[in-house]
Each structure stands twice: as structure tokens, then as C-alpha cells.
């Protein structure tokens, strides 16, 4: 265990992708779980820090310690159950990281959790992989369970709840929880949790949960639910997580396909008619004209990005999808083309790659929307505004509602004099909204317009947080969602769970001493 204290202003670990800056007064980097165990008994207010890839503040320290898990990244066997296989893994093993893993078949010299279980996953054929694919494939798993995290593929896989098996939890008491699911279960909104002292009685929120879109706002709860979701999505308010099962899906051959469209609404229609065209893709994003346009200046600016495509001169928005290549995949084209035909694009000028490289080089496209946001921000905050942050939305609604929801978003950015770029889950009701600030005025008034569009999101039966949680940052919007009574009900399950607050100080939400910038 390495303590360190003394830190620099920009220390790295005072800081996450919110571009925040806290404090902390040390940071212990642990090895293992005693090391965890003796910081948790000895330490009065503890921020638990991975990657730091969140952007919502949920690792960003207000005081106290930061207790370090980036040590603990080994992959530490694999199994099998009824369900199908998983692996077993620390906390800062990344989603990058596990899928590399399992391609090059590492789990043939881990210990097995099952025996034989490794030898039956290398018997077959197509192989297997970890289907949740955040946008930040280098962020580490704990911190994904925590966040309840998902990505494009939540279209079809559904977010990381899905796929977790078991967890593995220092508690604020030091004592540790081991639960796989299935073991422990609520009595309807009650859930007993032992500690060392003894069992406590949990009393869980009597809110509706919203499952019908994609929502990290606020804690997880239904009648009779499982412990170990009581910890996903819970961004670790409630405990360190130090080991976790992860289930793994079978993999089949993919390929990846870019449409161009003339405009916006062209290629917003044709989103709207894969779900009667009889075509299920494995996700299905979007990407309007000024996304483009940032991805042209990624491609001709930064050498990361140089391996990609031309995008066509005449390209004004797209959509990426992948397809299975099975043997309803020439049927599936044939019945896409007429209909991407009807909104100006034709898959003779698509991207088209089902080889590793290519279907990298299609993800990079997808990927260089937010970094090429998150960079600009930083040069902001590291120049002309160093109070700016990155103002891009999180906001899901039922597939029904998202043409209101897009025609809100455009009249309200715009009333407000702002500029903005729309990209991602459109499949799903969930694009993304990035407001371009061009300096502090921007963001104020762009705060201002979050409000409202995060209302109106919840009005239409939605999210304000889809699928980044909720951190130091949206603490407003869990108020906006479930009123003070639900607030209050949150609170009752961190007092019953961390009497003392030790854990994420800040987080979901304020319990009294609170935060500040």
C-alpha cells in the first residue's frame, strides 16, 4: 500500500473527464483487499477512485482520501453456470482490457472458478466477448457497475445490471460482502445486508424505478430485488467493489456499416423506419451535419483519426450500424437499400468493413465526436474559462416521445442562442446533445437550458441521466425526477448502509456536510 500526500494542484487524481478540479488530503493506492479493508477502518471520508473516466464528478474529491484501485487490475479466473460462462475480475481490469483478454484466449492460464470451464469456452467456435461498450472502452469495470454503465450495444445487450453475476464489497464498516445473484433477495422494499455487528434492515425507495428507457437517475429499486443490484448503479455510496462476475455473450461475425444521408432529418427518418423495416442491428447510431463536420476536422487535424475514411463531400448526417453475418444478411440489405435509397443515401457510398481493422477504424468515426468535444473544453478551461465544463446531455425518452423530444431540443438550444451537435443512440431514445460553448456566458446560459431540457425529458416519460450516472454534478436532476420524499428515501439507505458517510461524499446525493466547487 503507498500512501501519498502533499498532492500538486493538478494532481491526476482530483480530477475525472468533468473536468472538474477537487482536493483531497492524501491517496492511498491499494494492492489488494486488507489494504482496502485497513484504509476503510482508518480513514474518516474515502473517495474511491478507478480510471477516472466518469463526467459526472463521482470520483472527484472534496477532502479526505482517495483510495486508489488501479492496482487491482487482473482478470482472476473464469466459470460457468446455468446462464453460460464468466470471468472473474478486479476492479480496474477496463472493458478494453477484458475483451482483449478473452480474444487471445488469456483465460486458458487463469484459474478456474468452475472446473473445466476454460477448456469448454475454448472448444467453441465463434468465441465469446463482454457485449457492454461504454464510449470509454479504457474505463475500468468497478467503475462501470458502479455507474451502471451501457453504450451503443445497450440496444440490444441491455446496460452493465444485465450482465453482472457476483460482487464482492468492502462495507463501511470494514466487514466484506460476497453475494452472487440469486443468494440474497428483498422482502418487498425491505433488504438485509449483514454487517459484523449483525444483520441491518435496509429500507429501499418506494419510487417507480423507470425501466422502460435507459436510466441511471438515482437508485435502482423494484420489489424483492436482488443484492447485488442494490451495488450496481449505486456509485459507490455504498461499499468498494473489489472482485465481480461478469457474464460474457456468445460472439457471431459482425459487420459494420456507415450510411451517408443528404441532411439531418433524412437520416433521423430512416432511424425511425429500421424498427419496421424487419432489420434488427446490433445498435443503431446517429450522427447529424455538424457531428460530421467535427469528425472532418478530427480526421484532418489529429494523426489518431488519419486512418479513417473520407467522409463524401456530399454527406450531411449518417447512421453506423452493425448486422450479423448470418444467413439473413443479404435479405437485411436488400430490404435497407430501397429504404435508404427513398432519403438520398445508397450503401454503394456507405462504409462497409466486417475485418477487425476496419470495424476499429468505423468506431474511431463514432468515437472522435466526444473526444474532439472533450479536448476543446480543456483548452477552454485551460486558457480563457478555467471554470467551463463540458455541457453535453444525457437525456432518454420512450421511442414514441423522441420526436418531441428532438424538436425540444432544437427550439429550446436555439432560443437560448446556443450552437449544438447531436450524435448516438438513436435506437434507443437517447442521443446525445453537445452544446459548443465559446466562453463562461455560453455556460451560464447553457445551464440554464440543461434545466429545461432535462424537465422536459421526464415529462415525456424519460431520463435526465441515461446512462452516466449521476455523481456531484446532477445531484438537481435525482430532486427533479423523484421529488425531496424519494431524495430522502436515498438517504435512508446510505445512513442504514454508511452510517458514518465515509463513502463517495457527494454522490446521487448530499447527505448534509456536501460538496463544493
Same mark, same amino acid.
Given at each position: ?91 480496474? @481490469? ?184 424487419? @432489420? ?170 440543461? @434545466? ?66
Amino acid at each position: 500500500m503507498m500512501r501519498i500526500s502533499d498532492l500538486p494542484e493538478d494532481s491526476p487524481y482530483t480530477i475525472d473527464e468533468c473536468k472538474i478540479r477537487g482536493h483531497a488530503d492524501e491517496v492511498v493506492i491499494v494492492e489488494n483487499e486488507e489494504d482496502i479493508i485497513e484504509t476503510v477502518r482508518t480513514s474518516g471520508r474515502i473517495t474511491i477512485s478507478g480510471m477516472r473516466t466518469g463526467m459526472c464528478g463521482g470520483s472527484v474529491p472534496y477532502g479526505g482520501t482517495v483510495l486508489s484501485l488501479e492496482r487491482l487490475d487482473r482478470v482472476l479466473g473464469v466459470g460457468e453456470d446455468e446462464r453460460g460462462f464468466f470471468v472473474r475480475v478486479q476492479p480496474c @481490469v477496463t472493458v478494453r482490457q477484458l475483451n482483449d483478454f478473452i480474444r487471445r484466449r488469456g483465460y486458458l492460464s487463469v484459474p478456474f472458478v468452475t472446473e473445466g470451464a476454460a477448456e469448454r469456452m475454448s472448444s467453441d467456435p465463434d468465441g465469446f466477448f463482454y457485449p457492454v461498450d461504454p464510449t470509454e472502452l479504457n474505463g475500468s469495470l468497478g467503475g462501470n457497475i458502479a455507474s451502471n454503465a451501457s453504450g451503443s450495444r445497450t440496444f440490444k445487450y441491455g446496460p452493465t445490471r444485465n450482465w453482472v453475476r457476483r460482487v464482492r464489497v468492502v462495507l463501511s464498516d470494514g466487514s466484506v460482502l460476497d453475494v452472487t445473484r440469486g443468494e440474497l433477495r428483498a422482502e418487498g422494499r425491505i433488504i438485509r445486508i449483514p454487517f459484523a455487528d449483525g444483520i441491518r434492515e435496509i429500507p429501499l425507495p418506494t419510487y417507480d424505478y423507470n425501466m422502460a428507457v435507459k436510466n441511471t437517475t438515482g437508485l435502482f429499486v423494484e420489489d424483492g430485488m436482488d443484492a447485488v443490484d442494490l451495488f450496481v448503479g449505486s456509485e459507490g455510496m455504498f461499499g468498494v467493489i473489489v472482485e465481480a462476475d461478469l457474464y460474457l455473450a456468445s460472439a457471431h461475425p459482425l459487420i459494420s456499416n456507415i450510411v451517408f444521408l443528404p441532411n439531418d432529418g433524412d437520416a433521423y427518418s430512416l432511424s425511425k423506419d429500421f424498427r419496421s423495416s424487419g @432489420v434488427v442491428p446490433e445498435f443503431l447510431e446517429f450522427f447529424d451535419s455538424g457531428s460530421l463536420d467535427l469528425i472532418r476536422s478530427s480526421r484532418r487535424d489529429d494523426p489518431r483519426f488519419t486512418e479513417m475514411p473520407d467522409i463524401p463531400d456530399t454527406a450531411g448526417s449518417a447512421l453506423f450500424f452493425d448486422l450479423p453475418m448470418d444467413d439473413d444478411l443479404c435479405s437485411s440489405y436488400a430490404r435497407l437499400e430501397p429504404l435508404i435509397r427513398r432519403y438520398g443515401g445508397s450503401l454503394a457510398d456507405s462504409w462497409c468493413g466486417h475485418e477487425l481493422k476496419d470495424r476499429q477504424r468505423f468506431f474511431s468515426f463514432r468515437h472522435s465526436v466526444p473526444q474532439t468535444i472533450f479536448e476543446y473544453v480543456a483548452r477552454l478551461k485551460g486558457s480563457s474559462a478555467p471554470r467551463i465544463n463540458k455541457m453535453g446531455t444525457d437525456m432518454s425518452v420512450p421511442l414514441d416521445r423522441l420526436d418531441e423530444m428532438m424538436a425540444f431540443y432544437d427550439s429550446k438550444i436555439k432560443e437560448y442562442g446556443l450552437e449544438y451537435v447531436i450524435f448516438g443512440h438513436i435506437g434507443n431514445g437517447h442521443p446525445h446533445v453537445e452544446i459548443i460553448l465559446k466562453d463562461m456566458d455560453d455556460y451560464a446560459k447553457a445551464k440554464a437550458c440543461y @434545466v429545461e431540457l432535462a424537465r422536459r425529458a421526464i415529462e415525456l416519460g424519460g431520463s435526465p441521466s441515461a446512462e452516466h450516472g449521476i455523481g456531484k454534478l446532477k445531484v438537481d436532476y435525482v430532486t427533479m425526477m423523484y421529488g425531496e420524499d424519494g431524495v430522502e428515501e436515498i438517504r435512508a439507505v446510505k445512513r442504514a448502509m454508511d452510517p458514518e458517510n465515509i463513502f463517495n461524499d457527494g454522490n446521487v446525493v448530499t447527505m448534509g456536510r456536501g460538496v463544493t466547487e
